[in-house]
């Protein structure tokens, strides 16, 4: 018989956050989720404008995770990287990333008033 590795892999967790904008289409959120984010999931839901801003970044720290202004799309995945930096700070040509984070905060501008869609954020 012949050896072999066996990978241990972490369940991926998702956390739907219902992006709700106000009378002046806008909102703001945080979610907690703690741990490597794989995936974005955006979804419209055929309320929100199509020319809406959305940011996410992680809370503690200000990382940018996905900022888009003008999305267009009725849906739309991402897979978010971070560029790596050196031992001195300065950030590394063409290498990335996986995103850690505790905290996310979403916000939205322009969607509409009182306008519904959705973000779900896919995490490990």
């Given at each position: 018989?012949?050896?072999?590795?066996?990978?241990?892999?972490?369940?991926?967790?998702?956390?739907?956050?219902?992006?709700?904008?106000?009378?002046?289409?806008?909102?703001?959120?945080?979610?907690?989720?703690?741990?490597?984010?794989?995936?974005?999931?955006?979804?419209?839901?055929?309320?929100?404008?199509?020319?809406?801003?959305?940011?996410?970044?992680?809370?503690?720290?200000?990382?940018?995770?996905?900022?888009?202004?003008?999305?267009?799309?009725?849906?739309k995945t991402?897979?978010?990287?971070?560029?790596?930096?050196?031992?001195g700070g300065?950030?590394?040509?063409?290498?990335?990333?996986?995103v850690h984070?505790?905290?996310?905060?979403?916000?939205?501008?322009?969607?509409?008033?009182?306008?519904?869609?959705?973000?779900?954020?896919?995490?490990?």
């Open positions: 018989m012949g050896t072999y590795d066996t990978v241990v892999r972490e369940k991926i967790r998702k956390e739907k956050v219902t992006l709700a904008t106000n009378a002046t289409g806008t909102m703001a959120t945080t979610v907690p989720i703690q741990g490597e984010i794989v995936k974005l999931f955006y979804d419209r839901n055929s309320s929100i404008l199509t020319t809406v801003d959305i940011d996410v970044t992680d809370n503690d720290t200000g990382e940018v995770i996905w900022t888009a202004d003008n999305v267009t799309s009725d849906t991402l897979y978010p990287l971070v560029n790596m930096s050196g031992t300065d950030v590394l040509s063409g290498e990335y990333g996986r984070s505790h905290t996310v905060k979403i916000a939205v501008a322009e969607g509409g008033d009182s306008k519904t869609g959705y973000l779900t954020i896919f995490y490990r």
